[in-house]
C-alpha cells in the first residue's frame, strides 16, 4: 500500500476501489469498532449518537425502512427489534457475511441484499424511512445520482436521515489529538481522498462536498431539508476513532447528520 492521494475517479472506479476495500476490512473494522457499535444497536457516528434516544427517526414500528450502506447491518438490527419491516443493503459481500454472523449471535435476522446506492435495486415508492450511518454516501462518486435513487424509493411523505464526515473535517489532517487543530486542505477542494496499492489501483475512495453541495444535491434530488445535527463530543468519552477524538471533538465538529423528507 502506498500513501494517500488526491485523485479524481469515476463512479466504477470508485465503487470497485469500496468493494475492495470493504471486502478486505471488514473483519479488522468490526475487530476494532464492534464493542462500541454493538451487534443491534444504531449509533449514528463517533460522538455516540444513539438512535434509541435520539429518535432522529421518529417511531418506527411497522413503518417500512431501508438502510443504506448497512455494513454488517447493526443499525437494522436494532430497528428489527423495534417492529419495522426493514432491508438493508451493502456493496461488500464480506461485510454482508459478517452480518450472517452477527444474525445468528443475536438471532435477530435482517434481511440484507449487495447492491450499490447507485442504483438501488427496489421498486419506486416502496419505503417509509431511508436512512444511513456513515454508509455509502461518502463513497461515491457522484451522491446526486444516489440522492435520487433514495427519493425514487421513498414514499411521498417518506424521511432520509443520515450522518457522513462534517465537511470542515476535510481540511484538517486526520489526526484526532491537538497536533490535527490546524488546516491543511482547502475546503473548497473537491477532489477526492484516494489510496492506492502499489500498482496504483485505487483501493480505497472518499468523496468531499461542502455543506452547500449536500444541500443542493439534496433539493436537486427533490428533498426538502429539515434539519442538520451537528453533534457535540460528549463529555467524558475518551473514545478515539480515526480523525475522531476529545481534543478535537470539543473544538470543532466531526459529523454531519442530514434530516429531510420528499414531499
Given at each position: 500500500m502506498t500513501g494517500p492521494v488526491r485523485v479524481q475517479l469515476t463512479e466504477a472506479e470508485t465503487s470497485?476501489?469500496?468493494?475492495?476495500?470493504?471486502?478486505?476490512?471488514?473483519?479488522?473494522?468490526?475487530?476494532?469498532?464492534?464493542?462500541?457499535?454493538?451487534?443491534?444497536r444504531f449509533i449514528w457516528c463517533p460522538e455516540g449518537v444513539d438512535e434509541e434516544h435520539a429518535q432522529l427517526l421518529g417511531p418506527v414500528r411497522g413503518r417500512r425502512i431501508l438502510e443504506v450502506g448497512c455494513g454488517a447491518a447493526q443499525c437494522s438490527r436494532w430497528l428489527v427489534e423495534q417492529g419495522a419491516d426493514v432491508v438493508a443493503f451493502d456493496i461488500s459481500v464480506e461485510q454482508l457475511r459478517i452480518a450472517r454472523e452477527l444474525d445468528a449471535r443475536t438471532g435477530t435476522v435482517v434481511r440484507t441484499v449487495a447492491a450499490d446506492a447507485t442504483a438501488i435495486p427496489y421498486r419506486d415508492a416502496t419505503f417509509d424511512i431511508?436512512?444511513?450511518a456513515f454508509g455509502a454516501l461518502p463513497f461515491v462518486a457522484d451522491a446526486g445520482t444516489a440522492l435520487r435513487e433514495i427519493a425514487r424509493t421513498l414514499?411521498?411523505?417518506?424521511?432520509?436521515?443520515f450522518s457522513v464526515t462534517h465537511p470542515f473535517r476535510w481540511?484538517?489532517?486526520?489526526?484526532?489529538?491537538?497536533?490535527?487543530?490546524?488546516?491543511?486542505?482547502?475546503?473548497?477542494?473537491?477532489?477526492p481522498y484516494v489510496e492506492v496499492d502499489a500498482a496504483g489501483t485505487p483501493v480505497y475512495a472518499e468523496h468531499h462536498r461542502t455543506t452547500g453541495d449536500w444541500i443542493r444535491d439534496l433539493t436537486d434530488a427533490g428533498f426538502v431539508v429539515d434539519d442538520l445535527l451537528e453533534?457535540?463530543?460528549?463529555?467524558?468519552?475518551?473514545?478515539?476513532?480515526?480523525?475522531?477524538?476529545?481534543?478535537?471533538?470539543?473544538?470543532?465538529?466531526?459529523t454531519a447528520i442530514w434530516s429531510a423528507h420528499k414531499p
Open positions: 470497485r476501489a469500496s468493494r475492495a476495500y470493504w471486502n478486505s476490512a471488514a473483519g479488522e473494522y468490526l475487530a476494532e469498532h464492534g464493542d462500541f457499535l454493538g451487534d443491534a431511508v436512512c444511513s414514499k411521498p411523505g417518506g424521511l432520509l436521515v481540511t484538517m489532517p486526520d489526526d484526532p489529538t491537538p497536533a490535527g487543530l490546524r488546516i491543511t486542505h482547502s475546503y473548497f477542494d473537491r477532489t453533534p457535540e463530543w460528549p463529555a467524558g468519552q475518551d473514545l478515539v476513532w480515526g480523525g475522531w477524538g476529545p481534543d478535537r471533538g470539543r473544538l470543532v465538529p466531526g
